[in-house]
């Protein structure tokens, strides 16, 4: 099925330890997005990636890295997970940057840091 | 930080009524979308309504656009059981580069 694919589903950490969240699309977009979601806060943006070959900080990307490795995945690091970073994590992808069209969102990684 | 604020937080309907969310914002736009989450999802993209737009129709969906006001509102007609879900605003502002800005969602609980 055409969409967006997000691997692992689920994640439990504990404290310091490393991971990276994979996702990949097949839908030849342009544009790609991590976002988390906490209750209550709705869906921050972590960094972007308009086009391939350039990446862009959102609003909360301290304690994260990402890479934009083709047109078709770009993943996202912790390098020392924190408790704070105990989230619901989306990738999404957009063919137009969110202008035309709306965006495809994965299924999400649900992530525990102990 | 959020652009689009929905309101009511949550909202409990019978099945058969429609349901009405609204969405305000603070900055110019290019457009307005709505998505749907169903728990333990992702968002699913439901309809995007341009500046310029005033209404637009989808199927039971009816959404409207007032940039003056800068608030938009969401129609769900005669609503389902499987309605139920959180939904949410999102703006495509003008002068961001390629990303939307999220509100913090609507729970929309239809009652059989």
């Known amino acids: 099925n055409a969409g967006v694919t997000q691997t692992p589903k689920f994640q439990v950490l504990k404290t310091g330890q490393s991971m990276t969240l994979q996702c990949a699309q097949d839908m030849n977009h342009n544009s790609m997005y991590w976002y988390r979601q906490d209750p209550g806060m709705g869906l921050r943006l972590i960094y972007y990636?308009?086009?391939?070959?350039?990446?862009d900080k959102g609003e909360v990307p301290n304690g994260y890295n990402v890479s934009r490795l083709n047109k078709r995945e770009f993943s996202l690091r912790l390098e020392s997970a924190a408790p704070s970073q105990t989230s619901v994590y989306f990738c999404?992808?957009?063919?137009?940057?969110?202008?035309?069209?709306?965006?495809?969102f994965g299924s999400g990684t649900r992530l525990t840091v102990v | 930080s959020q652009q689009g604020e929905e309101d009511p937080q949550a909202l409990s309907i019978q099945e058969g009524e429609n349901a009405t969310m609204n969405c305000s914002y603070k900055t110019s736009i290019n457009n307005l979308q709505w998505y749907r989450q169903n728990s333990g999802r992702g968002l699913v993209h439901l309809i995007l309504i341009r500046s310029n737009e005033r209404e637009k129709h989808s199927g039971r969906l009816r959404v409207t656009l007032d940039t003056s006001k800068k608030s938009s509102s969401l129609l769900i007609t005669a609503s389902r059981a499987a309605d139920t879900a959180s939904y949410f605003c999102a703006t495509d502002d003008t002068g961001a580069n390629s990303k939307l800005t999220f509100g913090k969602g609507i729970t929309l609980s239809v009652r059989p």
């Open positions: 990636s308009a086009s391939e070959g350039t990446t």
């Open positions: 999404a992808s957009s063919a137009s940057g969110g202008r035309l069209y709306g965006y495809t």
